[in-house]
């Protein structure tokens, strides 16, 4: 099934080296190389945003305060995420420069970030047309072992800032903290369960490492909410 001549392998790459694929089996868990998205977009624009949030947060910096933002990374992300005209969600979360004017602007770029309010800010748009895309050749050696970005914002009052983020925030070089999967839960669960369940169950998934029975875990009324379609 996996390394015949029709098999998974053969069907989905070439060259393989079956005896890297099994190396570590049973000592190395792929569970803790797991990403954990801290964003609602395509994983291509994690660097980028990475980099946009903490210059805009170390440096305090608004849409207002930006002439240009310069983004050079891997070959891979411009490919599928240099979008100028996104006009729906789905393309606004494949577009470096609206996901990157979005981090910006609100410092994150979660659900919220492709509502139509944002699609259709003009001052969101026009920080857009600041945003440059280009390959920067050391993000482009390191990819895709490593997934970075170079950051470079000048403002209007002729001050430069740079930032280099050689890995994603959530990838298991640079794991999300305890805070910030807690701020994701909420962001998702609160609107669906309600603040007094969503509370209730988090408190019980921080100790289900101690539960006897998953069963235990609240998620009767959960359950019911999916099966409802709501």
Known sequence: MLDGEYGFGNAMS???????????LGEQWTFANTMQKNYACCGQT????????????AQQLGADDIASIHVGTYAAALEICADYHPNTAFEGKF??????????????????AFDDTHLRDANLRELMTKVELAVDEQCEDVFPQLRSARVTIHTKDGREFKHYTKSREGDSEAPLSDAEIVDKYRELATPLLGQGLAETLLDELWRVDVLDDINALPLAHAQALSAAGI
């Open 14 to 24: 070439k060259d393989l080296n079956w005896e890297a694929a099994i190396s570590g």
């Open 46 to 57: 994690f660097v980028a945003i990475d980099a946009t949030v903490e210059l805009r947060n």
């Open 95 to 112: 577009s470096l420069p609206y996901c990157v004017a979005v981090a910006v602007i609100d410092a994150r770029v979660r659900l919220d």
